[in-house]
């Protein structure tokens, strides 16, 4: 608790004391009055003042006001006790709203405690520590075992193991060695590792991030707004309705004045619209943060609401749900052992710095003797042609293949084949493919089971690989052979066909699909670590490559949805009916400062478990 | 352009509301924003955020919340 709190608290214990041995004197008249008066002034000093002050500068409807008015009023009709208790459970309520607040406040900075404090910059030799902004790009950081990795920077020296979990949420610890990249944010474990810095802080990934989610709650979600706008009607109508309620009746009845008066005043009570305009956006604050914590940046309330209602998820292929690298999926050898194909092709594209070659390389894994060799083409778009232990080997596509009469025929597997002949024979051939994510069809099975009713894949490959890769996941849709303005043309369909008020998110990995980003209700880059590019182009920023997250996200979204209606819901009913029974006669000012601070507490309560919505 | 203030004493959510609506009243102010859990302002306008706008924004939050500050 702040001081300021503690002193609130002080008061309210004071005055309850107070209030306590008020009643159980045994006085009457002025007496009477001038004790309760003790206990008032203790707890409500500030919100007479508050609201006088107000008054001044033209604040009518102000909470302090009515406040003051309900209990001077109750003074008025003899009902002292009612007017020190409503002044008090009054303050029990600010004090429980700001200690409420201050506290989740803090459990979302927690979240993002990622910012470093200081680095430690070489000069002359010389380690000096200086506050991030002051390290300069170019210059040679030396980060130690526990330490923040301060700046985005390139490893010149040593090898280590870094710890994103505090940006992705995944705490599997990552080997980084000279020339690798180190992410600002993330947490050096094992090694001391020296590093160039490659951007100033204020462009640091960690800047980057800290900005987009304190940004977050600038962009209001409709439900926010709607509360906005519902507070600014709600209070001048009520205490229209309280003014009303206490002249009119009387007028036209022969019963008192003093009674209406206290109906009148029962609803001033509960005229203040607090409980919605904490607990409502605290809901979305607290669900923004609970996404940020298992690596998913939502960048305003407006996108955690649309997310909320996603209906249709469109995926960009490479990147997204495929890795985006290319591997040997298959080797059919029809003669010799699949080994020695895979050697002979491996010797074959040995000097080739073609990606398909790289990987033929990379899969044969072992030593190649290039002495094999003895003669060595290319052949543009074809392939390569080359002598090895005096055969001739060619190695490349079906058009290379015809070129000697070879009998090739094509692979039922989906990918890129290339076919080997050995003097003029065909010998088999090797597939390589782009491998799925481990967790894709995961990511497709668990939206379905959140109820997203239709999942969409887009790709420039053709149309054999991609129904391949849509088969494998379970997605309701393929799109291939798509240009990226393609794409563009494919969501907006998608967009018209989708349902009224639901929602179309499109997930690439935010490289040359800023466009589809921007064209999608919610637009979500993956693999943000590391790429400026996608952060700024998505409305959602996944921040590791894991597309399963997406489903976790729509979750969360939803929790918090539902907690905002609920919210929403409950305070305006309980403040209808309190307002009705009021009205009636059937309640007092005593259930009506119960029902106000009460519904605020609960609602806040409720808020809070948004924040806890990580599972 | 656009600039980010803190803000101190930001004791109420209503208030914050309030504060946001009269803030976005001014003819010079583009639009603005106050949020209350991350006790921040921002400010956009047409022109430069310039300190004589920022006095009159000052001025304006005074009337409606007294007891909040804007650090400058």
Known sequence: ?615 | MKKTFNLEDLDCANCAAKMEAAINKMDEVKSASVSFFTQKLTVEAEGDVTDDLMKKIAKVCRKVEPDCRIIL
């Open chain 1, 1 to 615: 608790m702040t001081k300021k709190q503690k002193r609130s608290l002080v008061r309210i214990l004071a005055s309850a004391v107070l209030l306590v041995i008020a009643w159980a004197l045994p006085l009457e008249g002025v007496w009477k009055l001038l004790v309760f008066l003790v206990p008032y002034a203790v707890v409500g000093w500030d919100v007479l003042w508050k609201s006088l002050r107000n008054i001044a500068h033209g604040q009518v409807f102000d909470e302090n006001f009515l406040m003051s008015i309900a209990t001077i009023g109750a003074f008025f009709v003899d009902e002292y006790a009612e007017a020190v208790a409503v002044m008090l459970f009054y303050q029990v309520g600010e004090l429980f709203q700001s200690v409420a607040v201050g506290k989740s406040r803090k459990s979302i900075a927690a979240l993002m405690d990622i910012r470093p404090d200081s680095a430690t910059v070489l000069r002359d030799g010389e380690a000096v520590t200086v506050s991030p902004e002051e390290a300069e790009v170019g210059e040679t950081l030396l980060i130690k075992p526990g330490e923040k990795i301060p700046l985005d920077c390139v490893i010149t020296k040593g090898t280590t193991t870094v710890n994103t979990a505090a940006l992705t949420g995944e705490s599997l610890p990552l080997d980084k060695t000279v020339s690798d990249d180190l992410v600002s944010g993330s947490v050096n474990l094992s090694g001391v590792v020296e590093a160039r810095v490659k951007s100033p802080f204020a462009e640091s990934t960690v800047s980057r991030i800290l900005e987009l989610v304190e940004n977050a709650s600038e962009k209001k979600a409709k439900s926010e707004a709607f509360i906005t706008r519902f507070a600014r009607v709600y209070t001048p109508c009520v205490v229209i309705a309280a003014v009303l309620l206490a002249a009119l009746p009387p007028l036209f009845t022969d019963q008192p004045f003093s009674e209406w008066l206290s109906r009148a005043l029962t609803f001033l009570v509960i005229s203040c619209p607090c409980a919605l305009v904490v607990s409502v956006p605290l809901s979305f604050f607290g669900g923004i943060g609970a996404a940020s914590k298992i690596g998913v940046l939502i960048k305003g309330a407006n996108y955690l609401e649309a997310l909320s209602g996603v209906d249709t998820v469109v995926f960009d292929k490479t990147g997204t749900l495929t890795k985006g690298t290319f591997t040997v999926s298959a080797v059919h050898s029809d003669v010799i052992p699949p080994e020695e194909l895979l050697d002979i092709a491996a010797v074959a594209e040995v000097y080739s710095s073609h990606p398909i070659a790289a990987c033929i390389v990379k899969a044969h894994g072992g030593h190649i003797d290039k002495g094999r060799i003895t003669e060595i083409h290319e052949r543009a778009g074809q392939g390569i042609e080359a002598v090895i232990d005096g055969k001739t080997i060619l190695a490349g596509n079906g058009k290379l293949m015809d070129t000697v009469g070879a009998k090739w025929h094509p692979c039922h597997e989906p990918g890129t084949t290339v076919h080997i002949a050995a003097d003029g024979v065909y010998m088999g051939h090797i597939v390589i493919s782009d491998t799925v994510k481990e967790d894709a069809a995961d990511a497709i099975r668990l939206l379905k089971s959140v109820g997203v009713r239709r999942t969409v894949m887009l790709t420039g490959d053709d149309e054999k690989v991609a129904q391949a890769v849509g088969q494998a996941l379970g997605l309701d849709e393929v799109h291939a052979r798509l240009m990226p303005e393609d794409k563009v043309r494919a969501v907006e369909t998608l967009l018209q066909s989708k349902p009224v008020k639901s929602a179309l998110a499109f997930v690439g990995d935010g490289i040359n699909d800023a466009p589809v980003l921007s064209r999608a209700d919610i637009g979500i880059a993956m693999g943000a670590l590391g790429s400026d590019a996608a952060i700024e182009a998505a409305d959602v920023v996944l921040m590791d490559d894991k597309p399963s997250k997406l489903a976790r996200a729509v979750r969360i979204s939803r929790k918090t949805m539902r907690i905002v209606r609920e919210n929403i819901v409950f305070s305006l009913a309980i403040k209808a009916v309190v307002l009705v029974l009021g009205a009636l006669g059937l309640a007092g000012m005593w259930l009506a400062v119960f029902a106000d601070v009460g519904v605020m507490v609960l609602a806040i309560l409720n808020s809070v478990r948004a924040l806890h919505a990580a599972k």
